[in-house]
């Protein structure tokens, strides 16, 4: 049996609060040739996402935790080099959960044959029209049970779920769109780029205030994916049997310990508020609703959906904590 | 016209924190003979109920504050004593929303003809029969969607809406029920009386434990009446796809400062917890089913229903602050 020389990124030791370089560790391995039923990957794109951080803990969650000095794993892109397998050629184009790595060998039944036609760059696999663009489609509109004709505010309005969650609200009708980002030109890419009404920077006063003047009629739906200051100032804008879906509380994913709930959740009665947290895994089955439309939005040129592109495996690490700061636009994805 | 000489307690002034007998005021009244279409009622049970700490504060909430120097209102039971009506009859016991008072004349559209035969007590219909009873069944069935089979945890479990809670869970078929009350009588009254599975006063230690030691394979349902370290508590014992009914927030009725929200609220993204908050006023269709299912249990002698009766409108701001305190069992009531 030959092999090829491969790459992979192990977690070196659990991070205590936020991740540094040091928590990470670039590996040489040796990836075998594909066997029976198996396909060989070269590694294309990797997605690094804010879940990935609660996996790095010791606790249990909803998905087991990453062992320390074994390979991370996630969401990637890649192209079949080498096949022993019936249903994937080379040269196809495959997503599977085995990120964090160059060269990878897998059973065929763990990849998907994805078709990249008519999307701008495969990573939109990976954001839009992927987990994080699902995500959204659930949360608005299973999970929040949003309608036409109301009023949306979602946190994290230029990232890779937020950036989707409100263009799908104005694609679906609602009657305003408002954004919270954590700079100006995020603020600036929600409005004239993502179609919001209204977007603002939560640096720049409270959150409370910074929402109620952009959404001065209040609000019907929160698409929650930071928790903290930004769900208070939400319950506060709530109108009566108003909708949260609890997707995230990146806010909280690096805190070393306990974060105060909001403090006028007491609210939630008198305004009859509904807050419902979930996992998109669970609603795999609508991907398919979700994709006969986005692909359309995108299509005709109504869903924008620019990625931060990071180069190179050595920098997954700096693009996963960059994106626990904030510094994508969009999805945030490693080019391998 | 002739008039009566009545009685009826005004709000003082309003309460800052918790509520003193000096914010009270017992005032003689001249009451009308009833004129067209009106009855005159003397009153004998009235409720104090813990939303109406609520309505002192000069704040928009879902209903309209108490004003100063006006009558209080709430709940109420009443013998017509003289009729202008033709569709109420002197004699008939009746239920309206002017509490507070020992007389008073209505429209006889304000008022509802109450059947009390096979009640223990008429005060049952201002409890277990009545607004409390109808609250713990569209709490625990509409907003929790509990189920048979499964497991369900009430704070304020020996009160007027908890009783019920733990009662009609059990009897729709709950694996197991966990109360907590302030006090060991309470807990003996959930255990030996409601049927609870087992029960803690809250004031032994830290909830979080106690509620793990009563309910050591978790909960599906959680019916919060009290917020606080409750709420934060069952949050940590929720199962997956567990639901919180809403009710209210005692624990911070009389806070002069903002309360801290559950620090582990983020815990609902990946169990997939709902959180709902509701009103009973808004689901009074569901009454008739309520009852229709109530009256059969009492019948059977499957229901307790003991109230905590206080004897005369004088006392009924020390019932009121009582009841804030939590020195009643079931319904609190004051009879006139």
Redesign the interface.
């Known amino acids: 049996m030959t092999t090829q020389t491969g790459h992979e990124i192990r977690l070196a030791s659990r991070p205590h609060g936020w991740p540094t370089p040091e928590n990470f560790a670039l590996v040489t391995v040796e990836v075998p040739d594909p066997g029976p039923g198996q396909v060989l990957i070269r590694n294309t794109y990797m997605s690094v996402d804010p879940y990935m951080r ?1 996996r790095m803990n010791d606790v249990p ?2 998905v087991p935790p990453f062992q320390v000095d074994k390979a991370l794993d996630g969401g990637a892109l890649g192209e079949v080099i080498a096949s022993n397998s019936d249903r994937v050629r080379v040269g196809d184009t495959v997503m599977h959960g085995y990120g964090w790595r160059d060269l990878v060998v897998l059973d065929d039944k763990r990849v998907r044959v994805m078709d990249a036609r008519g999307v701008p760059s495969p990573s939109v696999l990976l954001g839009a029209l992927g987990m994080p663009g699902l995500t959204a489609y659930v949360g608005l509109l299973d999970i929040a049970a949003f309608q036409p004709g109301e009023a949306v505010f979602v946190s994290g309005a230029a990232g890779a779920v937020g950036s989707m969650v409100g263009q799908i609200a104005k694609l679906r009708g609602a009657a305003r769109v408002v954004g919270s980002a954590g700079s100006a030109e995020k603020v600036d890419y929600c409005v004239n780029k993502l179609g919001y009404d209204a977007a603002f920077n939560y640096r720049d006063g409270r959150v409370k205030d910074l929402l109620r003047d952009a959404a001065p009629d209040g609000i019907d739906v929160y698409f929650d994916n930071v ?1 903290g200051d930004h ?2 100032a939400a319950i506060f804008s709530l109108k009566r049997n108003g909708r949260v879906a ?4 990146i806010d ?1 994913y690096n805190a070393t310990a ?22 998109v895994s ?1 609603h795999e089955s609508r991907m398919p609703d979700f994709l006969a439309e986005a692909r359309v939005w995108l299509r005709d040129g109504k869903l924008a959906c620019d990625d931060t592109i990071v180069d190179g495996l050595a920098k997954a690490p700096e693009a996963f904590i960059g994106l626990l700061r904030g510094e994508n636009t969009g999805k945030m994805v490693v080019k391998l």
Not at 258 to 279: E, F, H
Request: aromatic content about 6%; hydrophobic content about 40%.
């Open positions: 609660g969650s909803y928790g769900l208070t609890l997707c995230g509380a909280q306990p974060v105060a709930g909001p403090p006028n959740l007491a609210l939630a009665v008198g305004k009859r508020l509904t807050l419902r947290g979930y996992i669970d």
